[in-house]
């Protein structure tokens, strides 16, 4: 099975008319003025490994916005492929931190083996007044979340990414 990284261009994913918050399309024309890949292998600490990681590579290379917040969506976003989509083959989900050389904006994103994001009109909603869910912490943080499936050379299905963008300032 190819990896997230070799997978085609996608279509976005759009959601019912009627839903609370309409999607925007993942941002596919991020001019990175930094980017960081990598493939992430799903264990128990993968969401404190992924959190400490994008704060400290934030950090280091001086992107304006808030690396703790930023840290905490990557890990979140890390939790959810993992709890509610499906890890690939090989045990593993992928992360790509991009900051626009423009605008400075983030892009996180987070790729697994599921091809359905169930509830993501809902996603950045509080249920109910009880806890919120981890995505609920994207729109505090003023971010943008979108999806779309991931597809490999042949045009068939292998995932989704799920993308969040938060501004630098």
Same mark, same amino acid.
């Given at each position: ?6 997978? /085609? ?51 280091? $290379? ?5 690396? =703790?917040?930023?840290?905490?969506? /990557? ?47 809902? /996603? ?17 943080? $003023?971010?943008?979340?979108?999806? =779309?499936?991931? $597809? ?7 995932? $989704? ?9």
């Amino acid at each position: 099975m190819p990896s997230p990284a070799d997978a /085609a261009p996608t279509e976005p994913h759009a959601t019912p008319a009627d839903a609370p918050t309409a999607p925007l399309e993942v941002r596919e024309d991020i001019a990175a003025g930094f980017e960081l890949s990598l493939t992430v292998v799903v264990r128990p600490d993968a969401d404190a490994y992924t959190r400490e990681l994008v704060r400290t590579t934030l950090e280091g $290379k001086r992107w304006p916005g808030n690396a =703790t917040r930023a840290a905490s969506v /990557a890990a979140i976003l890390i939790d959810n492929a993992v709890r509610h989509g499906a890890v690939f083959p090989d045990g593993t989900v992928s992360l790509r931190l991009a900051v626009d050389a423009d605008t400075r904006e983030l892009a996180i994103e987070v790729e697994d083996a599921s091809h359905e994001f169930p509830g993501f009109a809902g /996603a950045t909603q509080r249920n109910d007044g009880r806890t919120p869910n981890g995505l609920w912490w994207v729109a505090q943080y $003023k971010g943008r979340l979108s999806w =779309t499936v991931t $597809k490999d050379d042949d045009a068939q299905t292998v995932g $989704k990414r799920v993308q969040v963008i938060l501004p630098a300032y």
